[in-house]
Protein backbone atom coordinates (compact mmCIF):
# COMPACT_ATOMS: atom_id res chain seq x y z
CA UNK A 1 0.00 0.00 0.00
CA UNK A 2 2.55 2.45 0.82
CA UNK A 3 4.27 1.85 -2.67
CA UNK A 4 1.15 2.88 -4.17
CA UNK A 5 0.65 5.95 -2.07
CA UNK A 6 4.42 7.07 -3.28
CA UNK A 7 4.24 6.04 -6.54
CA UNK A 8 0.89 8.49 -6.74
CA UNK A 9 2.65 10.88 -5.25
CA UNK A 10 5.39 10.97 -7.41
CA UNK A 11 3.11 10.81 -10.65
CA UNK A 12 1.03 14.07 -9.08
CA UNK A 13 4.67 15.81 -8.78
CA UNK A 14 5.68 15.19 -11.96
CA UNK A 15 2.04 15.90 -13.58
CA UNK A 16 1.63 19.06 -12.74
CA UNK A 17 2.10 21.67 -14.88
CA UNK A 18 5.53 23.04 -15.89
CA UNK A 19 6.55 26.85 -14.46
CA UNK A 20 6.73 28.79 -17.29
CA UNK A 21 10.46 30.66 -16.74
CA UNK A 22 13.39 30.05 -18.18
CA UNK A 23 14.25 27.10 -15.63
CA UNK A 24 11.63 25.06 -16.43
CA UNK A 25 13.96 22.42 -17.70
CA UNK A 26 15.83 22.57 -14.28
CA UNK A 27 12.99 21.99 -12.54
CA UNK A 28 11.69 19.12 -14.64
CA UNK A 29 14.83 18.09 -13.41
CA UNK A 30 14.63 18.20 -10.27
CA UNK A 31 11.24 16.79 -10.01
CA UNK A 32 12.69 13.71 -11.55
CA UNK A 33 15.53 13.17 -9.43
CA UNK A 34 13.03 13.63 -6.60
CA UNK A 35 10.61 11.04 -7.63
CA UNK A 36 13.35 8.60 -8.33
CA UNK A 37 14.43 8.88 -4.87
CA UNK A 38 10.63 7.93 -3.52
CA UNK A 39 10.70 5.07 -6.22
CA UNK A 40 13.64 3.83 -4.37
CA UNK A 41 12.42 4.70 -1.02
CA UNK A 42 9.25 2.83 -1.35
CA UNK A 43 11.43 -0.58 -2.09
CA UNK A 44 14.41 0.04 -0.90
CA UNK A 45 15.68 -3.86 -0.99
CA UNK A 46 14.47 -3.79 -4.61
CA UNK A 47 12.12 -7.27 -3.23
CA UNK A 48 9.78 -6.41 -6.09
CA UNK A 49 11.59 -5.86 -9.07
CA UNK A 50 7.95 -5.13 -10.69
CA UNK A 51 6.73 -2.72 -8.77
CA UNK A 52 9.84 -0.50 -8.61
CA UNK A 53 10.27 -0.62 -12.58
CA UNK A 54 7.04 0.41 -13.02
CA UNK A 55 7.72 3.22 -10.57
CA UNK A 56 10.75 4.47 -12.56
CA UNK A 57 8.97 4.17 -15.60
CA UNK A 58 5.48 6.73 -14.71
CA UNK A 59 8.69 8.76 -13.61
CA UNK A 60 10.09 9.08 -17.02
CA UNK A 61 7.33 9.25 -18.78
CA UNK A 62 5.91 12.26 -16.49
CA UNK A 63 9.32 14.11 -16.89
CA UNK A 64 9.40 13.55 -20.91
CA UNK A 65 5.62 15.41 -20.43
CA UNK A 66 7.60 17.98 -18.47
CA UNK A 67 10.00 18.59 -20.45
CA UNK A 68 8.27 18.37 -23.69
CA UNK A 69 5.57 21.56 -21.59
CA UNK A 70 8.63 23.39 -21.01
CA UNK A 71 8.89 23.73 -24.82
Known amino acids: MRRIALVGL ?7 AAPARAD ?8 YEA ?5 QQSN ?5 VDSLQSCMDQAQQ ?9 G
Open 24 to 31: CTADCNAQ
Open 44 to 48: PDASQ
Open 10 to 16: AALALGA
Open 62 to 70: AYGQCLARC
Open 35 to 39: AMTAC
